[in-house]
Nanobody, 120 residues
Framework: QVQLVESGGGLVQPGGSLRLSCAAS????????????MSWYRQAPGKERELVAR????????NYADSVKGRFTISRDNAKNTVYLQMNSLRPEDTAVYYC?????????WGQGTQVTVSS
């Protein structure tokens, strides 16, 4: 069993910044964080869950949704079993519940989500 715990969400004004964290814990000896591709997804009310950013396990390459390119940065610290999402220049349309995902082949784990609200 693997638990992914997100933190760092909250209320921020347009143009502001937040840094989300996702820490893996309560895993068995067979879970090796560094070999999992880590992603952030988000889901706004009435919309489907969408991929925001992804960082691979092999070379740490990243990809982003067009809507967040140049504003968001995903990174990982394998020593801390943690993935981050730095979000700058936030917009009201970034308001959503943000979910952390760990995936390797058919195996996938999800966090419980953290709310991000961008409003003045």
């Amino acid at each position: 069993q693997v638990q992914l715990v997100e933190s760092g969400g909250g209320l921020v004004q347009p143009g502001g910044s937040l840094r989300l964290s996702c820490a893996a814990s309560k895993f068995t000896f067979s879970f090796i964080f560094s070999i999992y591709t880590m992603s952030w997804y988000r889901q706004a009310p009435g919309k489907e869950r969408e991929l925001v950013a992804r960082i691979t396990s092999i070379d740490g390459s990243t990809n982003y949704a067009d809507s967040v390119k140049g504003r968001f940065t995903i990174s990982r610290d394998n020593a801390k079993n943690t993935v981050y999402l730095q979000m700058n220049s936030l917009r009201p349309e970034d308001t959503a519940v943000y979910y952390c995902n760990a995936a390797r082949g058919p195996i996938t784990y999800w966090g419980q989500g953290t709310q991000v609200t961008v409003s003045s």
